[in-house]
C-alpha cells in the first residue's frame, strides 16, 4: 500500500464531490528518538480491530467525507514509511481537526513501536 493508492481510493468514494480537500500524513522512521537518542530501526505492532474503530470514529466528524489509513507493521528502518493517513472532506478546518484526531489517537491507541 502506498499514499498514492489511498489518495486514488478516497476519490472514488460515492460522496467525494462534497469534498473540497484531500489531507495526506506520511509518517517515517525517524534517526533519533523523541528524547534525542539516535534509533536505526523500529518494531512497529498495529491493533487492526482498533485500527478500524478509530476511523469510523473520525469519518463521523462534521464534513468529513472519508478517512484512510495504513499503517506498515514489522521492523522498519529509518526513513522507511510507518504510516500513511489520508482524510477528505468539506473544509480545511474539518479536515485538519480530522487529520490531527486521526493521527493522534492511532499513535496512541492503535501502534506500539519499540526502538533500537
Do not use: Q
Not at 460515492?14 to 522512521?29: Q, R, S, T
Not at 495504513?70 to 477528505?88: F, I
Request: charged share 30%; hydrophobic share 45%.
Amino acid at each position: 500500500m502506498d499514499l498514492s493508492t489511498l489518495v486514488e481510493k478516497v476519490k472514488k468514494h460515492p460522496d467525494f464531490e462534497k469534498a473540497g480537500m484531500i489531507l495526506c500524513h506520511n509518517g517515517v522512521v525517524r534517526a533519533t528518538s523523541r528524547d534525542g537518542r539516535p534509533v536505526s530501526e523500529v518494531t512497529v505492532r498495529v491493533d487492526r480491530t482498533r485500527l478500524g474503530a478509530i476511523l469510523a470514529e473520525i469519518k463521523a466528524m462534521p464534513g468529513i467525507v472519508e478517512v484512510l489509513a495504513h499503517v506498515n507493521e514489522g521492523t522498519l528502518k529509518v526513513g522507511e514509511d510507518v504510516m500513511y493517513v489520508v482524510v477528505a472532506g468539506d473544509f480545511r478546518e474539518n479536515v485538519f481537526d480530522a487529520m490531527i484526531a486521526a493521527v493522534n489517537r492511532i499513535k496512541a491507541d492503535v501502534t506500539s513501536k519499540t526502538e533500537k
